[in-house]
């Protein structure tokens, strides 16, 4: 047998395909654990028997169901799912992954069921994460208690990245249709538009009584708040259930550009924005158009977003680092590591005693990104190279000197930086991406949230290029707004606007030495600037 399952995400087929299996293993999952008339079934470790889930105390039932299923149950028949691109050859993508992981980690008992690959946007070398079905459910079932129930879901991201494959898992967990929009061949508003409009249709008829097998989704969720959504919630829309969908930021301001395509974004009940950053500008159109906009921070190694406004999803935690800057995430929903890469698993997964943190609450709150605050961090985007960062002074926790004796929890120590204000996460960018000019550490983040702000400015990117004499010398590049009636605008006008309109808000190290015009800006994954890309294309030339 096969260690793996390569699953195309081309055809509405595919994708379908790709839905079911995943409604077939959570359904297996649940059998594992959960025996007839709603009996916990013990280890396969210990003796043979039921114990009778009201014999148990709700604290032993949650703890049974955060356990890693892998711990418990090895699954030696089943094939790891690996979801690819349309584009990829099976082959060719089955003998990488056969010379990547030692068949002594095949994944098949240490609670591995996908395979989700990164992008490698910046260090050009992706990673093989490896997830359990009890990490992605509960995920899915946080996301729900956030957004206020389960409702159906419309697909507008590729199926083989982990913003996806969640739009999938949640349809599955709340037993709804996924309604695909996605086109390989790029994004279009008006097909995206006339899909959301059938399910919203659809969500008007839909059975809000109905639910799905509370037993066997809650007994695979992995401890995410202990509780099934159970029926469909009816939308303030007066639909028997909401309607959902999830964007990146390039999608946003494209269907913004569209008449229909707003319309039919303001009409759904929650529109999730997420791989990579949006500024406040973006997001403050969006909500001016009527679109419900819930901006959301995760990636691979935590099945997708676990931050939703800044705050963390019920049952996750958050902090920062106080010496880097680096933000820690930890929760039921944490990938099990990197397949082929025990030496980084034990690197980015580690344990922490539980009272160092405060554990996230379900509230939600207002938008909370980095934008938002654009120049005041910019203000404080330089800092002398080696020095604490004052954003990384933030911390959600007591001290780390606090919870001697407590129960450790796990932890992913994230390759982003950021800090913490009043209980809210503001992510800064990745620790990679910080420039060192003239010794002096410059965050690119508030810098573009900074050009975004700027009606002159479609798109932008500040990026570090060599220089002999500062090491390196911060750079902006930036794609010119459209001017409709105006034709051609003089690009030296332009770009004189611009740096008047820095040096304004700037000074010292963060404030861009050069300015640059394209008409496009490399993207890698679902909507992430290529960085790297662009750093060596502007070196070239």
């Given at each position: 047998?096969?260690?793996?399952?390569?699953?195309?995400?081309?055809?509405?087929?595919?994708?379908?395909?790709?839905?079911?299996?995943?409604?077939?293993?959570?359904?297996?999952?649940?059998?594992?654990?959960?025996?007839?008339?709603?009996?916990?079934?013990?280890?396969?470790?210990?003796?043979?028997?039921?114990?009778?889930?009201?014999?148990?105390?709700?604290?032993?039932?949650?703890?049974?169901?955060?356990?890693?299923?892998?711990?418990?149950?090895?699954?030696?028949?089943?094939?790891?799912?690996?979801?690819?691109?349309?584009?990829?050859?099976?082959?060719?993508?089955?003998?990488?992954?056969?010379?990547?992981?030692?068949?002594?980690?095949?994944?098949?008992?240490?609670?591995?069921?996908?395979v989700l690959r990164t992008s490698?946007?910046?260090?050009?070398?992706?990673?093989?994460?490896?997830?359990?079905?009890?990490?992605?459910?509960?995920?899915?079932?946080?996301?729900?208690?956030?957004?206020?129930?389960?409702?159906?879901?419309?697909?507008?991201?590729?199926?083989?990245?982990?913003?996806?494959?969640?739009?999938?898992?949640?349809?599955?967990?709340?037993?709804?249709?996924?309604?695909?929009?996605?086109?390989?061949?790029?994004?279009?508003?008006?097909?995206?538009?006339?899909?959301?409009?059938?399910?919203?249709?659809?969500?008007?008829?839909?059975?809000?009584?109905?639910?799905?097998?509370?037993?066997?989704?809650?007994?695979?969720a992995g401890g995410a708040g202990?509780?099934?959504?159970?029926?469909?919630?009816?939308?303030?829309?007066?639909?028997?259930?909401?309607?959902?969908?999830?964007?990146?930021?390039?999608?946003?301001?494209?269907?913004?550009?569209?008449?229909?395509?707003?319309?039919?974004?303001?009409?759904?009940?929650?529109?999730?924005?997420?791989?990579?950053?949006?500024?406040?500008?973006?997001?403050?159109?969006?909500?001016?158009?009527?679109?419900?906009?819930?901006?959301?921070?995760?990636?691979?190694?935590?099945?997708?977003?676990?931050?939703?406004?800044?705050?963390?999803?019920?049952?996750?935690?958050?902090?920062?680092?106080?010496?880097?800057?680096?933000?820690?995430?930890?929760?039921?929903?944490?990938?099990?590591?990197?397949?082929?890469?025990?030496?980084?698993?034990?690197?980015?997964?580690?344990?922490?005693?539980?009272?160092?943190?405060?554990?996230?609450?379900?509230?939600?709150?207002?938008?909370?990104?980095?934008?938002?605050?654009?120049?005041?961090?910019?203000?404080?985007?330089?800092?002398?190279?080696?020095?604490?960062?004052?954003?990384?002074?933030?911390?959600?926790?007591?001290?780390?000197?606090?919870?001697?004796?407590?129960?450790?929890?796990?932890?992913?120590?994230?390759?982003?930086?950021?800090?913490?204000?009043?209980?809210?996460?503001?992510?800064?960018?990745?620790?990679?991406?910080?420039?060192?000019?003239?010794?002096?550490?410059?965050?690119?983040?508030?810098?573009?949230?900074?050009?975004?702000?700027?009606?002159?400015?479609?798109?932008?990117?500040?990026?570090?290029?060599?220089?002999?004499?500062?090491?390196?010398?911060?750079?902006?590049?930036?794609?010119?707004?459209?001017?409709?009636?105006?034709?051609?605008?003089?690009?030296?006008?332009?770009?004189?606007?611009?740096?008047?309109?820095?040096?304004?808000?700037?000074?010292?190290?963060?404030?861009?030495?050069?300015?640059?015009?394209?008409?496009?800006?490399?993207?890698?994954?679902?909507?992430?600037?290529?960085?790297?890309?662009?750093?060596?294309?502007?070196?070239?030339?």
């Amino acid at each position: 047998m096969s260690l793996f399952r390569i699953q195309r995400t081309q055809s509405a087929a595919q994708i379908e395909e790709f839905a079911q299996l995943l409604a077939r293993r959570m359904s297996a999952d649940a059998s594992d654990v959960v025996g007839r008339g709603g009996h916990l079934r013990k280890p396969q470790t210990s003796a043979p028997g039921l114990v009778s889930r009201s014999s148990l105390s709700a604290e032993d039932v949650a703890r049974a169901q955060a356990r890693s299923l892998a711990k418990q149950y090895l699954r030696p028949s089943r094939e790891i799912i690996v979801p690819i691109a349309p584009h990829e050859d099976t082959r060719e993508v089955a003998a990488n992954l056969a010379r990547r992981i030692p068949a002594r980690a095949s994944g098949r008992s240490v609670g591995v069921d996908m395979v989700l690959r990164t992008s490698g946007s910046t260090t050009g070398t992706g990673k093989l994460v490896g997830v359990s079905m009890d990490a992605l459910v509960a995920s899915a079932r946080a996301t729900h208690k956030r957004l206020g129930g389960a409702g159906i879901w419309v697909l507008a991201l590729p199926a083989y990245h982990a913003a996806g494959v969640q739009v999938l898992v949640r349809a599955a967990v709340a037993g709804t249709r996924v309604f695909n929009a996605y086109k390989e061949g790029g994004f279009d508003p008006q097909h995206l538009a006339q899909v959301i409009d059938a399910a919203c249709a659809a969500a008007a008829d839909c059975d809000a009584g109905s639910s799905f097998d509370d037993d066997a989704v809650s007994s695979c969720a992995g401890g995410a708040g202990g509780e099934a959504e159970g029926a469909l919630a009816a939308d303030a829309a007066g639909r028997a259930c909401p309607v959902y969908t999830s964007l990146v930021p390039t999608q946003l301001r494209r269907a913004l550009d569209d008449e229909q395509l707003r319309g039919a974004l303001a009409r759904l009940d929650a529109v999730l924005i997420g791989g990579a950053a949006a500024d406040a500008q973006l997001l403050e159109q969006a909500k001016a158009a009527g679109i419900k906009v819930v901006t959301t921070y995760g990636m691979s190694e935590t099945c997708g977003g676990c931050v939703y406004d800044g705050q963390p999803l019920p049952g996750v935690s958050m902090d920062v680092d106080q010496a880097t800057g680096a933000i820690w995430l930890s929760g039921p929903m944490l990938a099990t590591g990197y397949l082929g890469d025990e030496e980084r698993t034990r690197r980015c997964f580690v344990s922490r005693p539980q009272a160092q943190v405060a554990e996230g609450t379900s509230d939600a709150g207002g938008t909370a990104s980095a934008a938002e605050s654009a120049e005041a961090g910019a203000a404080g985007a330089g800092t002398e190279a080696g020095a604490t960062s004052p954003g990384s002074e933030a911390r959600a926790g007591t001290g780390s000197d606090a919870g001697a004796g407590e129960p450790a929890r796990r932890w992913f120590i994230t390759s982003d930086r950021g800090h913490i204000v009043d209980g809210r996460l503001q992510v800064l960018g990745r620790l990679d991406d910080v420039i060192i000019s003239g010794g002096i550490k410059v965050e690119p983040g508030p810098i573009e949230a900074l050009l975004a702000l700027n009606p002159l400015v479609s798109e932008c990117a500040v990026v570090g290029l060599p220089d002999l004499q500062w090491g390196q010398v911060v750079t902006a590049v930036v794609v010119p707004a459209s001017m409709p009636g105006l034709g051609r605008v003089d690009e030296g006008a332009i770009l004189a606007q611009i740096r008047v309109y820095l040096e304004q808000k700037l000074s010292g190290a963060q404030c861009p030495k050069q300015v640059l015009l394209a008409d496009a800006l490399p993207y890698k994954g679902i909507g992430k600037v290529d960085r790297r890309a662009l750093a060596q294309s502007l070196a070239r030339a």
